[in-house]
């Protein structure tokens, strides 16, 4: 199992909206090969941070629903709300 840290930043004003379209893009995510579960978390006291922490069963199942046609439909309303890109970073057990 791997998990996924994707960090974003939102534009003021438009967390709500994040929220909403956030909400959708993990409705499609759960339907997913490979998917395992994941959660968003709100930095402190900067409520423009999020952090999602996503578990896939591997990363050819990441890799799939990163190149998805549906991860990029979702992602074409997240991204304007976002000041910068997203960061991701992939993160496995080690042994």
Do not use: C, H
């Amino acid at each position: 199992m791997i998990k996924i840290i994707i960090e974003r930043r939102i534009m003021p004003g438009l967390e709500e909206e994040y929220e909403e379209a956030a909400r959708e893009a993990m409705r499609f995510s759960l339907g997913a090969r490979g998917f395992v579960g994941g959660e968003t978390l709100v930095e402190r006291g900067r409520s423009d941070r999020r952090l999602m922490i996503v578990k896939w069963r591997d990363l050819n199942a990441w890799n799939e629903w990163y190149t998805s046609e549906e991860r990029a439909r979702v992602m074409q309303r997240i991204l304007p709300l976002l000041t910068e890109d997203e960061t991701i970073r992939v993160y496995e057990p080690s042994y």
